[in-house]
C-alpha cells in the first residue's frame, strides 16, 4: 500500500514571494491534515479536511495560507506571501476516520523562507 | 496552559538500558484518545500506539510498553533493553473534541528526543 505522497521535499524561496505544497493521501483515506513543525517543535495543525470539507482551519494563518482539496483526493497548500517566519517543515497526513484514529504521515516538506 | 506536557527535552541512555519518556495530557473529554508517535532522523512520523480514554489496560508490544494512567492524566512510555536504532524524537498527542460534535483534533506534545549510545 502506497504511504502519503508529498512534493516537493525541499524548497528555498525569498519572502513576499508565494509557494505550494502538494500532498497525495493514502487511498480511501477520508480525512486529510496539514501540519506545520517549526525545528524543535511538535507538529501544529492547520487546517483539516473530512472528503472535501473543512472540519477545522482555526489554526490557519487567513491571511496568508490557503488550502484545498477539491475533489476529496489530494490537496493543495498555498503561502502567499511568505513570511520568514513560515520557515519550516509541512506535513501532510491522512486517517481512516476523523482524528481520533491514527494518522499516517508524509515525508513533509522543508521549506526556507530567506 | 498546554495540552500536552512532554518535560523531557532530552534523554540519552546508553545501549540496554530502559528508558521511559513521560507524557502529562490536559482535558475536559470524556471520550479522548491518546497517540505515541515516532520521528527518526528521516524526519517522518510514525505511528506507534493509540489509547483511547476507557481503556487503561497497559500494553506491551515487543520492546515498547505504554502505562496509561487516568487519575494522573499521564500516558508515558518505556522502552526496555533500548537500541542504537530507538534514536528518534518521540511525540505524545491528545485526540479530543474541537466542540460539541464529531469533529476532532490531534494536539502534539513537544517531544522528546532520545539518544541511545553505543
Known amino acids: 500500500e502506497a504511504g502519503v505522497a508529498q512534493s516537493p521535499r525541499y524548497k528555498i524561496i525569498e519572502k513576499r514571494q508565494s509557494v505550494a505544497f502538494w500532498c497525495n493521501p493514502i487511498?480511501?483515506?477520508?480525512?486529510l491534515y496539514w501540519y506545520q513543525q517549526i525545528l524543535g517543535q511538535g507538529p501544529k495543525l492547520l487546517i483539516q479536511?473530512?472528503?472535501?470539507?473543512?472540519?477545522?482551519d482555526s489554526q490557519l494563518p487567513k491571511d496568508r495560507f490557503s488550502a484545498e482539496r477539491l475533489k476529496g483526493v489530494d490537496s493543495t497548500l498555498k503561502i502567499q506571501p511568505a513570511k520568514l517566519e513560515d520557515s519550516a517543515v509541512y506535513l501532510c497526513?491522512?486517517?481512516?476516520?476523523?482524528?481520533?484514529?491514527?494518522?499516517?504521515f508524509g515525508p513533509g516538506t522543508r521549506l526556507t523562507v530567506t | 496552559a498546554q495540552k500536552v506536557t512532554q518535560a523531557q527535552t532530552e534523554i540519552s541512555v546508553v545501549e540496554k538500558e530502559d528508558v521511559t519518556l513521560d507524557c502529562v495530557y490536559e482535558?475536559?473529554?470524556?471520550?479522548?484518545?491518546l497517540f505515541w508517535y515516532k520521528q527518526p532522523p528521516s524526519g517522518e512520523l510514525v505511528f506507534l500506539i493509540r489509547?483511547?480514554?476507557?481503556?487503561?489496560q497497559n500494553e506491551i508490544s515487543g520492546r515498547y510498553s505504554w502505562n496509561f494512567q487516568k487519575s494522573t492524566s499521564s500516558f508515558n512510555f518505556t522502552i526496555t533493553a533500548s537500541q542504537v536504532v530507538d534514536s528518534a524524537v518521540y511525540f505524545c498527542?491528545?485526540?479530543?473534541?474541537?466542540?460539541?460534535?464529531?469533529?476532532?483534533?490531534?494536539?502534539f506534545g513537544s517531544g522528546t528526543q532520545l539518544t541511545v549510545l553505543p
Open positions: 497526513a491522512s486517517s481512516f476516520g476523523t482524528a481520533a484514529y491514527e494518522q499516517y
Open positions: 487511498s480511501g483515506h477520508a480525512t
Open positions: 479536511f473530512q472528503n472535501n470539507g473543512v472540519v477545522d
Open positions: 482535558t475536559r473529554d470524556t471520550t479522548y484518545y
Open positions: 489509547r483511547n480514554s476507557f481503556d487503561e
Open positions: 498527542a491528545l485526540s479530543e473534541e474541537i466542540s460539541s460534535g464529531s469533529a476532532r483534533q490531534l494536539t
